[in-house]
């Protein structure tokens, strides 16, 4: 199997002692980047957002045109210490504003046509070619989501962290017994192929076996000043926390938190949304950098959509060009791209025009972050953002 | 095959028959044990199919029973509850079908009550899709359009002809009917315009104190009259027109024929098997019995056992029914299982996107997989389950001892004719220590070793299909 790491040239991370991790966290449903990064300078701004605007004297500036929303204070403050980076304007040809192709078309990197691969899943194969390690990549939700899956490469979803494992309410000898036949039953087809799904239901038994030998140490280890919140997301981050200070090699992760579909009542939710992501990342930051155990992980958060520039009267429809956050120690802080424009005669058929292709964003990432070649994840050469990605002090 | 096929072998029937009728009924409905198959056997495959395709002849279940013993959730308005009420149907109702298809559409008009966060709207989306389900699609669609929970899940509220909101009139075509490729985005427009001024009666905020009865209400004065084209018609269209449009396309029998295979027959269907239901759907006029009747009775489906990934509700209910649980309305712990289905990827009620569950391979993944093994082990596993202690006594029946081989054999097909492999059966019978002659004796010891074949068995990956 081809190895897709850059010998001799590895990305900034790859380099240290602790291999970078990645944590990608989805907000699902085409989040509204002109209500998190507020465009109040532009002059087109007021008039197109006439119910769910954003007044300029509650925005958290960042500049003389644009500024976040009000509830993100904890968001804020990461990034006046220069360790968020905004991608404004990130989108690809032809956007698509329907929820599941667009989600579809970043977790598999490829707009043009529908494929089951997903661009972190063919990352964590690159990661790790020989699969040593069925906890390379870690999901914490509801389901693994597409990105993550690649057919043949392990990656494990966890609900909860606790308990998590196979027939553990079995009393000792009789778990043994019924370990045992699974072990069996799940082994690989020695003389004939499985069918598809065969292979894909063994295969997902052997690595659930062994993640979920690995997993259950985490919680065990795990000690902390740190309170997260109760809700959900806060949890997923918890938990990928603590498999992270666990030090079981899991370099991939990733978290969703949902609800960003705002056609209606969106001054009611989006700023509980934010409130929620704010505080939940900075816990999370807060957490590692206690443990001294921040600095070789990066988060990305993106959306599948933007919405349209102009509301419905309670909310936004959806839309297409939207924006990213690139968070850690090793990001150097900042605006990248450009804040499209809400003139008329710039805007895509009344939705944000998209000026950079969120390829490039994942190439920068796969190059300078993984030290994993680019093209072969996202099918094709991007450029990258340069500067974004620094080495640790 | 006729009822006179039927009638020459009403007196006995054959192991393919139950083979062939344990398909049918996991499929129509939520599978059964041997014991049952028999005696649907007997009736004949065509009789069955008929009976199934016909729940009105047979009693309703009363479900407000469950009430009475479970005193907690009196009067419970719940969207956990209305679930746990239409898990117990599926379990023991004699109109499983009905159950079945309130799933199938559901699972297609995905509306999730994180959003709706109204119960009784909720159920009652629930109920209309029960008691539809198997009638005109046009029928169906129009209910859909009227439907309270759909209306606000969509947007309706917001859809005016001042400002025209498009989510019900993209999802309608997107999702609902016709599937991607099918239009353009002026045709998303043109009939999310005609359903302007469709919406509910109840505006915000919608409670401070309890929930207040939903009504669909059409306001005139909301709706844009202008002429709208779509689809190659173009005219002053309403929302039934659009129905009517919808309807009229060769895209919308092939797209709910693709889904009712998906659903039925199996994850990758044939293209020759969508086309055929595709094609019934149209010369029946969207007649959804009629379609059924067909599918059942084809060969392609026949064909089809265990070519589908059971999806969760299918995998609870399933061994629910095997293990015999939850049979009388006052067994507690019932309400337990809505949860568990939910950890299994498929919280009724509650789907994660409008798109619906992905399903097939997507229901297999490490977490999945973990909650069906425990839970099926967990239920299978105990001795004492009424359906678990039946099987080993109808296998003891009348022997002294069975060998070990065999006793595997007889368990698989005790549990509704299920089917593993030479390997997988050693892998059984080798972990607990099945070897030689198994006393069918003393009862209580021969079903604890039933039950832990049961177990085991269920724990395969085989188990996994349906």
């Known amino acids: ?131 040593q390690n069925v906890c390379t990549g870690v999901s914490f939700g509801q389901g693994l989501p597409r990105a993550m899956y690649f057919s043949g490469t392990p990656v494990i979803s966890v609900a909860h962290l606790e308990g998590y494992g196979l027939l553990t309410s079995l009393p000792g000898t009789e778990q043994r017994a019924a370990v045992n036949a699974f072990t069996r039953m799940y082994a690989p087809e020695e003389f004939r192929e499985a069918s598809l799904v065969m292979g894909h239901i063994g295969q997902t038994g052997r690595d659930a076996l062994v993640g979920a030998d690995m997993l259950k140490v ?77 600095d070789n992980v990066v988060m990305m958060i993106f959306s599948e959509f933007g919405r349209r520039v102009r509301d419905n009267g309670n909310g936004t429809d959806h ?12 990001v150097k ?11 008329p005669a710039k805007q895509a058929s009344g939705d944000l025009a998209f000026n950079n292709d969120f390829r490039s964003l994942y190439s920068t990432l796969l190059e300078q972050w993984l030290g994993l070649q680019a093209a072969p994840v996202v099918n094709g050469a991007f450029e990258q953002f340069k500067g974004m990605i620094k080495s640790a002090a | 095959m006729t009822s006179v096929h039927s009638k020459a072998r009403s007196l006995r029937h054959s192991q393919s028959d139950v083979t062939l009728m344990a398909h049918l009924v996991r499929r129509a409905g939520f599978g059964a044990r041997a014991e049952e198959l028999e005696a649907l056997a007997v009736k004949g495959y065509d009789v069955v199919v008929d009976d199934l395709l016909h729940p009105e002849r047979f009693p309703d279940l009363d479900e407000d029973l469950l009430e009475r013993f479970h005193s907690e959730h009196s009067d419970d308005e719940s969207t956990g509850w209305t679930v746990t009420r239409w898990t117990y149907q599926m379990i023991n109702s004699k109109r499983p079908l009905q159950f079945k298809m309130a799933i199938f559409w559901h699972g297609l008009f995905a509306t999730a009550v994180s959003k709706v966060t109204n119960n009784p709207m909720m159920r009652d989306q629930y109920l209309m899709l029960r008691d539809n389900g198997l009638g005109n699609l046009r029928t169906i669609l129009q209910k859909l359009a009227r439907d309270p929970a759909m209306l606000y899940w969509l947007d309706q509220q917001q859809n005016h002809a001042a400002a025209v909101n498009e989510n019900w009139g993209r999802e309608l075509l997107e999702l609902f009917s016709m599937g991607r490729g099918n239009y353009t985005e002026d045709d998303v427009k043109a009939a999310a315009r005609a359903f302007t001024g469709w919406t509910i009666d109840q505006t915000f905020p919608r409670y401070p104190s309890g929930y207040y009865d939903a009504r669909f209400v059409y306001r005139e004065e909301d709706h844009d009259h202008s002429a709208k084209t779509m689809l190659g018609h173009t005219g002053d269209f309403n929302g039934d027109d659009v129905i009517d449009i919808i309807l009229k396309q060769p895209a919308t029998a092939q797209y709910l024929g693709k889904h009712l295979c998906k659903f039925f027959v199996e994850d990758d269907p044939e293209e020759a098997a969508i086309s055929a239901v595709a ?54 712990g019932i309400d337990a299982l809505v949860p568990t289905m939910g950890r299994m990827g498929q919280a009724l009620l509650n789907p994660p996107t409008v798109e619906g569950w992905h399903t097939g391979r997507e229901w297999i993944d490490s977490a999945y997989l973990i909650e069906r093994v425990n839970f099926a082990a967990e239920l299978l596993g105990d001795p004492t389950a009424p359906g678990v202690s039946a099987m080993a006594d109808r296998i003891a029946r009348g022997r002294r001892a069975v060998a070990a081989p065999a006793l595997v054999d007889a368990v698989l097909y005790e549990m509704g004719a299920l089917t593993l492999g030479a390997d997988d059966k050693a892998a059984v019978r080798e972990s607990l ?13 021969f079903r604890e070793t039933v039950a832990r074949i049961c177990r085991t068995i269920s724990a395969s990956r085989q188990y996994q299909l349906g």
């Open chain 1, 319 to 330: 839309g297409s060009g939207g924006g990213a956050f690139l968070i850690g120690d090793c």
């Open chain 1, 1 to 131: 199997m081809a190895d897709n790491r850059t010998n001799g040239k590895t990305g900034n991370g790859a380099g240290k002692a602790k291999p970078p991790v990645l944590v990608v966290l989805q907000l699902s449903g085409g989040n509204d980047f002109m209500s998190t990064v507020v465009p109040f300078g532009d002059p087109h701004y007021f008039d197109f957002r006439k119910t769910v605007g954003i007044p300029e004297k509650d925005v958290l500036k960042l500049n003389d045109s644009i500024g976040f929303h009000p509830v993100m204070k904890p968001f804020k403050q990461m990034y006046d210490e220069g360790k968020v980076a905004v991608i404004q304007g990130i989108g690809y040809p032809t956007p698509d504003r329907s929820h599941f192709r667009s989600m579809d078309i970043w977790h598999t990197a490829e707009p043009t046509k529908i494929i089951a691969d997903g661009w972190l899943g063919k990352t964590v194969r690159d990661l790790d070619p020989q699969k």
């Open chain 2, 279 to 332: 094609e019934t759907l149209v010369a029946s006029s969207f007649d959804i019995r009629a379609t059924l009747r067909m599918l059942f009775t084809s060969d392609f489906f026949k064909e089809a056992a265990f070519k589908k990934v059971k999806s969760p509700v299918e995998h609870v209910v399933g061994t629910v029914r095997t293990a015999g649980r939850y049979t009388d309305p006052w067994e507690g």
């Open chain 1, 218 to 294: 985490a919680p065990q280890k795990y000690s902390s000043n740190v309170e997260y919140a109760g809700d959900a997301l806060s949890q997923s981050l918890k938990g990928i926390a603590q498999v992270h200070l666990a030090d079981i090699g899991t370099r991939i992760f990733y978290a969703q938190h949902g609800g960003y579909d705002v056609h209606g009542s969106q001054l009611q939710s989006q700023p509980k949304l934010w409130s929620q992501v704010s505080r939940a990342v900075n816990d999370f930051f807060a957490d590692l950098r206690l443990h001294s155990a921040a």
């Open chain 2, 433 to 445: 220590e099945l070897v030689g002659d198994i006393p069918c004796g003393p009862p209580d010891r």
């Open chain 1, 333 to 343: 802080g900042g605006l990248y791209a450009e804040y499209p424009s809400l003139a």
